[in-house]
């Protein structure tokens, strides 16, 4: 028999609805970037946001790892939360778990895959750069995201868990020092090619929190993309709103253990999350 579910009731709006709630799922603190821009665009959106810290960083987990764990943790969640949309803000998870979380979950799962096809637009040079974690890149979803989107161009591709190290970091306060970023973007340069990369898709959730170390440590042609407005766009799309103005009913964020909550207390409160509440898998 099912349990059933331990659903926090939604803050009723002023039409006398329901206000729709939204989970937003990373490993650690990347996902924040897709909420920031959620926030942005519905302001009066109740977020859930979850993050696994028990199994971060998913940049090196195997496939069938995150398989096995994504959709169970995001099965829980609903039940527990029961939100209209789970946000899968994280590109190592997406390009691999989501038909199976979308078999597992009663919500609408929106992924987050790198941002290739706005690139290959972008880009004069047709030379793109890919920075995601080292799952991401060599990912098959990655390579039909090339085929189908950028075939005319020549991407370089880096995948590197440092930098999702010191967005960690950073987040719990401490400044990233300029040259290790510099140190774990170099080698996407480095490549044959690396000097003509005019766009680079941020395709780690990641990356975005380390936007300006990043775009100081690139060529001052290169843009930075990443795929959080589209995400914001396409919740928007999928509640079918034209506009949620604020200010938010209160949503906690959920942590698996082994993160450092006091360090991140701050940076969750930043974007509108309160209260931590710690969930042991
Ligand atoms: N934020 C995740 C992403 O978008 C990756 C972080 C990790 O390796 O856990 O890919």
Redesign the pocket.
Same mark, same amino acid.
Request: proline share 4%; with cysteine.
């Given at each position: 028999m099912l349990e059933a579910p331990q659903m926090q009731p939604d803050t009723p709006s002023q039409t006398g609805q329901p206000a729709p709630s939204v989970l937003v799922f990373?490993? &650690?603190v &990347? &996902?924040l970037s897709v909420a920031g821009e959620i926030r942005k665009l519905l302001p009066g959106l109740r977020l859930i946001y979850a993050a696994d810290y028990a199994f971060?960083?998913? /940049?090196?987990k195997t496939e069938a790892q995150l398989i096995e764990r994504v959709p169970r943790l995001l099965a829980a969640l609903e039940a527990r939360f029961a939100p209209k949309i789970v946000v899968i803000?994280?590109?190592?998870?997406s390009t691999v778990v989501l038909p199976a979380t979308r078999a597992a979950l009663q919500a609408e799962v929106v992924g987050?895959v790198p941002a290739i096809k706005p690139a290959a637009a972008l880009t004069q040079t047709k030379v793109i750069g890919l920075l &995601?974690?080292p /799952?991401?890149v060599r990912r098959t979803y990655t390579q039909h995201l090339i085929d189908d989107f950028a075939s005319d161009c020549q991407v370089l591709r880096h995948g590197s868990?440092e930098l999702?190290g010191l967005a960690e970091a950073k987040l719990r306060g401490e400044k990233p020092s300029q040259a290790a970023v510099e140190a774990a973007i170099a080698p996407l340069y480095a490549q044959p090619g690396g000097g003509d990369v005019d766009v680079v898709v941020l395709?780690?959730?990641?990356f975005p929190l380390l936007a300006e170390e990043l775009a100081a440590a690139s060529a001052p042609k290169v843009r930075l993309i990443d795929s959080g407005a589209a995400i914001a766009r396409r919740v928007k799309t999928l509640l079918g709103v034209q506009s949620l103005p604020g200010p938010a009913p209160a949503g906690p964020a959920i942590l698996t253990p082994g993160a450092d909550i006091g360090a991140l207390k701050p940076a969750f409160a930043a974007y509108g999350f309160d209260e931590i509440e710690i969930l042991d898998v």
């Open positions: 990373d490993s &650690g &990347g &996902g971060l960083p998913y /940049g090196e803000a994280c590109n190592t998870a987050t &995601g974690t /799952g991401t868990v999702v395709a780690c959730t990641h």
